[in-house]
């Protein structure tokens, strides 16, 4: 594949720095990348000070991803080739982390009620960016309440236990609105095409501005991603693709099994007539 445009940093809930990103993309035949952080973009924009400052040859694209509630329902919007510097995108970002903080924090008191004694200082100090359940996963491996990420959450962090404490999402066409205002290309990242209300989802987004939908992700096998391309001809949509890479799934690494081929990518760019 030509390009990984959906992995995750240390700056929300990956693992690895950006630079450690960049050292495992330049093993790869990945000639570009997106790090897509949750309501974050100090990951990208590290990662492109670090590209420029160790003359790797890659192309950094600019991105971010939204989670949204819609209908009841969980969504994911991600945004490419959005301007860093845009008033709106960074009023909505200091918004989504001030409730970050909240809902952290009404995770910890939850789990002190349980007598797990964990404190939002300590979280705080593990997160660079974006701070999440991860981080709370990651304070409890710490206090040895938990071996590692997916038993943290398993016992403490589901949605099932945690009832109605989730980190702050969006309406979609929030999401859709703040990309396209700060330039940047709105994406719905791994749609679950099964549900029996995709279609209409899909109808309803492409009108507040949707532009695309990822097609390859480790999400889904081979099939899926021939309906969601027959889909993307159906209604004229971006193809886009990407590992989700986070660090900790089993199995999803940073590799050039993951993403999209150069003519998508290269039909992507002329969707906002950026020529190579």
């Known amino acids: 594949m ?10 929300s809930d990956g693992i690895l720095s950006p630079k450690e990103i960049l050292d495992e993309v330049i093993s790869t035949s990945l000639e570009s990348i997106a790090i897509t952080d949750h309501d974050n973009i100090q990951g990208s924009i ?24 819609e209908n009841r329902q969980d969504f994911h919007i991600i945004g490419l080739f959005i301007d860093y510097d845009s008033p709106y995108l960074n009023e909505t970002i200091d918004v989504m982390q001030k409730k970050r903080i909240d809902s952290i924090k009404k995770i910890v008191k939850f789990l002190n009620q349980k007598n797990i004694n964990i404190s939002f200082e300590d979280i705080l100090s593990l997160a660079k960016g974006s701070v999440g359940r991860p981080h709370v ?39 859709i609105i ?7 290309i709105p994406i719905w990242a791994h749609p679950n095409i099964k549900d029996i209300n995709f279609e209409k989802n899909l109808q309803e987004f492409i009108v507040m501005g ?41 199995g999803i690494d940073i590799s050039s099994d993951y993403g999209i081929k150069h003519k998508e990518f290269i039909d992507i760019k002329k969707y906002l007539n950026i020529k190579k």
Do not use: W
Request: aromatic share 10%; glycine share 8%; charged share 25%.
């Open 2 to 11: 030509y390009a990984d445009l959906h992995i995750h940093s240390c700056f």
């Open 46 to 69: 590290e990662a492109q000070k670090i590209n420029r400052r160790n003359g790797y040859d890659l192309e950094i694209i600019p991105g971010i991803e939204f989670s949204c509630l």
């Open 137 to 175: 996963a990651l304070d409890l491996i710490n206090k040895r309440y938990a071996n590692n990420v997916n038993e943290a959450f398993d016992k403490y962090l589901s949605n099932k236990i945690l009832f109605n404490i989730r980190e702050p999402r969006m309406n979609v066409s929030k999401a």
């Open 178 to 184: 703040t990309i396209k205002k700060s330039g940047g």
């Open 210 to 250: 949707l532009a695309g939908i990822e097609v390859a992700s480790p999400r889904y096998g081979l099939n899926r991603q021939e309906i969601i391309m027959n889909v993307c001809s159906k209604y004229n949509l971006l193809l886009s693709g990407g590992s989700d890479f986070h660090g900790f799934h089993k």
